[in-house]
């Protein structure tokens, strides 16, 4: 069995847990702006803990998955894009609570639209790290 598509979709599901996790934290902490009180502050606090221990959990599971010289710079180029795509969805995140929060004209619906469309385009970059530092830590056999 070929334990490569295995550790590129547990790169993929850290990343996409840390983005899912930036994108409420965005949500709170336009929020929290916006309203200003010691409520919203708090939960903006709660929901950015996790945030910030996934960042430090995928990690530690990159470093330990990189044990050789490429591996190591093929790590951090990977963790470098999921940095990146978890800073997109938390700008996605503020956006879409401008919109909801304040009035819905066409400078704050573009800037979620532009916002959603970077995100969207920001996985990209961290599915080809994630394959490349598969293919780094485990090469394939070629028949």
């Known amino acids: 069995m070929n334990a490569r598509p295995i550790t ?6 850290h990343a996409c847990c840390g ?3 930036a994108f409420v934290f965005g949500l709170c902490l336009a929020s929290s702006i916006k309203r200003f009180d010691g409520l919203s502050f708090a939960v903006t606090i709660l929901v950015l ?3 910030i221990s996934d960042l430090f959990w995928t990690r530690r599971e990159v470093r330990r998955l990189a044990a050789g010289k490429a591996a190591d710079q093929q790590a951090i180029q990977f963790l470098w894009s ?23 004209d066409f400078t704050r619906t573009f ?13 990209y970059p961290v599915v080809r790290d994630a394959r490349r530092l598969a293919d780094t830590v485990e090469p394939r056999t070629i028949p």
């Open 49 to 51: 803990i996790p945030v």
């Open 19 to 21: 983005a899912v996790g």
């Open 82 to 104: 999921y940095l990146f795509f978890t800073m997109l969805s938390t700008g996605f995140g503020i956006a879409v609570m401008a919109v909801i929060l304040q009035s819905a």
């Open 111 to 123: 800037g979620a639209i532009l916002f959603g469309v970077l995100t969207c385009a920001g996985i």
């Open 8 to 13: 590129v979709m547990k790169l993929l599901a």
